[in-house]
């Protein structure tokens, strides 16, 4: 075919040919407007995560001899564990196994039957009636939210895709990648997790003093998991000394306050404390699972995440009782909401840092934290005025969630980071961990009706959010450069009218037979 044909718009003239009867192929640019076209190419930059871009098994890059046994379980070995990062940092089944299955199809293995459950990946592939089918098993021993790892797949499996890589050579890559440490000090992270508390207690209305203890509160938390893990401690269990820890400087201060004239309102130091701690779990995961047809390894999530959560709440109950028969001040509950539309810009500038503070305790990359912000930003600014215009916690979260989904997929374009990083993240600043307190501590005090209307809102906002951010990333996937965009100058149509070829013969053209139409 010739050189690239533009459009100027469906009006676009077809001047006819001199000679005659059919009309010239003309070629048309559309107008450039420099501001919008920097525009639309920062938010539709063609550089997608590689998981979005896989629809169906390419054609073997550099295919591998079916016959050599040892090359095909070298092939199997990397699709798996390719699969065993992305599964380890939160990826739904689908994308897992998508991807598993892509490594393996760029060697030639191509009829693989592939299942992946919570903790394992199974894989075997077919090679012809001749010779019998290899399989190979991947247990997923670790749970690890290190954005930079999956980051570094990512582009590890872009690049097994675009160059003809030896299967040797991308192994030596994932295990320098899977060795390589943390790209933060260990101090940075548990800093981003003190933020991340900080800035969800200012979001919920708490004023400085409020934040500065959640900073303190969260750091105690972390340092003191941290210990723990080292001797082994079921996460349970830490979840359970992580509630505990978050209750007990509201307590204090609650009891200062009633003693003096501070108004502060302690509840949010552990409705801070408790959004940190659930910021950690698989609940994008689950929920996703559970759309897309995976129930057994989303139910495996969800009860993960109602383990965890129930240990935040034992935590929590177990210092509000010591607390009560110490003769302290058990903080109030006030079932009005602080996310209202008073004072957004600090809100808005809350939910930015809250979601850019959890990309940084979960070591994305430098480039993914600004992402990540600007999703926080518009999932609160979103979350904020629909739930102003009158609809409900869950349909804000909803609604909220989407927007983070479908804009996680468009930034995560441009920064070259997996849109679950940005997804993520940006949903961070909506958990419901004030909800979990309020029905935590009606339960506790035999209101029965409140806390079960409490407990199963803050449920529903948390499928709300996870169902969102799913929903979001499938629009993103299905409608990647929406029509109205074709105007501008950066995107570019062709509009094909028809030509007649010249003879090859013009002695001997022979005017009384028709020609087919060119194909282009």
């Known amino acids: 075919m010739g050189p690239e044909t533009f459009s100027g718009g469906d009006d676009a003239a077809t001047p006819e040919d001199p000679l005659g009867k059919r009309p010239r192929l003309r070629f048309f640019r559309a107008p450039r407007i420099p501001v919008v076209k920097q525009a639309v190419d920062l938010l539709v930059a063609d550089r997608p995560a590689t998981a979005d871009t896989i629809v169906a098994a390419p054609t073997p890059l550099q295919p591998i001899d079916l016959t050599d046994d040892a090359r095909v379980a070298e092939v199997l070995d990397l699709a798996v564990r390719v699969g065993e990062v992305v599964l380890a940092s939160g990826t739904g089944v689908i994308d897992t196994t998508t991807q598993v299955r892509f490594i393996a199809a760029t060697y030639g293995l191509s009829r693989c039957d592939i299942d992946v459950t919570y903790d394992a990946i199974r894989i075997w592939a077919d090679r012809g009636p001749q010779l019998p089918p290899a399989s190979t098993m991947r247990v997923v021993k670790y749970r690890s939210l290190d954005f930079t790892r999956l980051a570094a797949v990512d582009r590890l499996t872009r690049r097994i895709r675009n160059e003809v890589v030896a299967p040797d050579d991308a192994r030596a890559q994932l295990d320098a990648i899977t060795s390589a440490p943390h790209p933060y000090h260990r101090w ?17 209305g708490g004023g400085w003093l409020v934040a500065a203890v959640s900073f303190g509160t969260t750091l105690a938390i972390d340092r003191a998991n941290r210990v723990l893990n080292r001797y082994g401690l079921p996460f349970f269990f830490q979840h359970v000394v992580g509630g505990a820890i978050a209750a007990t400087p509201a307590l204090l201060l609650a009891t200062l306050a009633a003693t003096t004239d501070i108004d502060v309102d302690p509840t949010l130091i552990i409705a801070a404390g408790i959004t940190v701690l659930l910021s950690g779990l698989q609940l994008v995961g689950a929920v996703q699972d559970a759309i897309t047809g995976a129930p057994i390894t989303a139910t495996a999530r969800m009860l993960e995440v109602l383990m965890m959560t129930g240990g935040i709440i034992a935590g929590i109950a177990l210092a509000l009782r010591v607390g009560e028969f110490a003769g302290a001040t058990v903080p109030p509950v006030y079932l009005t909401s602080g996310r209202d539309i008073t004072d957004l810009p600090i809100k808005i500038v809350a939910g930015a840092v809250a979601a850019l503070a959890f990309a940084l305790a979960c070591y994305a990359e430098r480039r993914a934290l600004a992402a990540a912000a600007l999703g926080g930003a518009a999932g609160t600014i979103c979350f904020l005025l629909v739930q102003h215009l009158g609809f409900g916690p869950v349909i804000s979260s909803a609604v909220a969630a989407t927007l983070v989904g479908l804009a996680g997929g468009l930034m995560a374009r441009r920064s070259l980071t997996p849109p679950l990083v940005v997804a993520v993240a940006g949903i961070t600043p909506l958990l419901p961990g004030l909800k979990v307190y309020r029905g935590l501590y009606a339960l506790l005090n035999d209101e029965l009706l409140i806390g079960a209307n409490q407990v199963l809102a803050a449920v529903g906002v948390g499928c709300a959010l996870a169902a969102g951010v799913t929903l979001g990333e499938w629009i993103d996937r299905s409608v990647r450069r929406p029509p109205i965009l074709s105007r501008f ?12 070829r010249p003879p090859r013969h013009p002695a001997r053209r022979d005017t009384s037979r028709s020609r087919a139409p060119d194909k282009w």
């Open 188 to 204: 940075i992270a548990t800093f981003g997790w003190s933020l991340l508390a900080a800035s969800i207690a200012a979001l919920l």
């Open 489 to 500: 100058g950066s995107i570019r149509r062709p509009v094909i009218v028809r030509r007649r």
